[in-house]
């Protein structure tokens, strides 16, 4: 898949609640929902990036579409939060963090090697 993954689920947004950014960008999933979104034969990380922000839970509030891209990656750390990567449009470092399994961030499916 060469865009950021816009399968709807009950647990997914389009940033700022407005359809047309899904269109560009993908939606933004909970990190449960992201673990259960990709087609059989997929997984995700690994790929070249558009920043599509991101969403918290608390407020629902979105931030840095443009800027950052967040996606997750399928190890948690423990019961309430899980490791993403984090990508700055124009530069080339990844950085990974941890955080909340309940924000929306993005996803980005591969297939299976």
């Not at 993908?26 to 922000?53: I, M, Q």
């Not at 800027?67 to 470092?93: C, I, P, Q, V």
């Amino acid at each position: 898949m060469k865009d950021n993954l816009n399968y709807k689920t009950d647990s997914s947004w389009c940033y700022g609640n407005k359809d047309f950014n899904c269109d560009k960008y993908g939606r933004l999933y909970k990190w449960d929902t992201a673990r259960e979104v990709c087609p059989n034969g997929w997984h995700f990380y690994g790929f070249s990036a558009l920043p599509g922000g991101m969403r918290y839970f608390h407020g629902g509030t979105f931030r840095s579409l443009g800027s950052f891209g967040y996606y997750w990656s399928d190890h948690k750390f423990n019961s309430k939060l899980a490791y993403f990567w984090t990508m700055r449009s124009g530069r080339e470092e990844v950085e990974d963090a941890i955080d909340y399994k309940t924000y929306g961030l993005s996803v980005r499916c591969l297939q299976d090697q």
